[in-house]
């Protein structure tokens, strides 16, 4: 059974900085693409970082590019998202998923986690 559980999240102000994980299950993590995604009620789900099996050539989104950094750990079965200099615009709730090479689009679509709430406010 694929899980993923996200953690990490919580209030931070704008400016500071945050290390979000997660942690997957069920399928063979080293040779997969992972992905971290986020979402705000009421919108759709929106890509935000991606990283290839062997952890090079990781992709962000314009809107986080330079202060958001994914990476990944394959003996921990886990991937990170560095997140500094956080700006309010960026609050959301967090999910990580497999996800396809080229498209960055989350492989898992019945597995999804969680999440975990990352709150940008003064």
């Known amino acids: 059974q694929v899980q993923f559980v996200e953690s990490g999240g919580g209030l931070v102000q704008p400016g500071g900085s945050l290390r979000l994980s997660c942690v997957a299950s069920?399928?063979?993590?080293?040779?997969?693409?992972m992905s971290w995604y986020r979402q705000v009620p009421g919108k759709e789900r929106e890509y935000v970082a991606g990283?290839?099996?062997?952890?090079?050539?990781?992709d962000h989104a314009d809107s986080v590019k330079g202060r958001f950094t994914i990476s990944r750990n394959n003996v921990k079965n886990t991937v990170y998202l560095q997140m500094n200099n956080l700006k309010p615009e960026d609050t959301a709730a967090y999910f990580c998923?497999?996800?396809?090479?080229?498209?960055?689009?989350?492989?898992?679509?019945?597995?999804w986690g969680q999440g975990t709430q990352v709150t940008v406010s003064s």
């Open positions: 990283i290839p099996t062997t952890g090079g050539s990781t």
């Open positions: 069920g399928f063979t993590f080293s040779t997969h693409t």
């Open positions: 998923n497999a996800a396809f090479r080229i498209s960055w689009a989350p492989i898992f679509l019945r597995a």
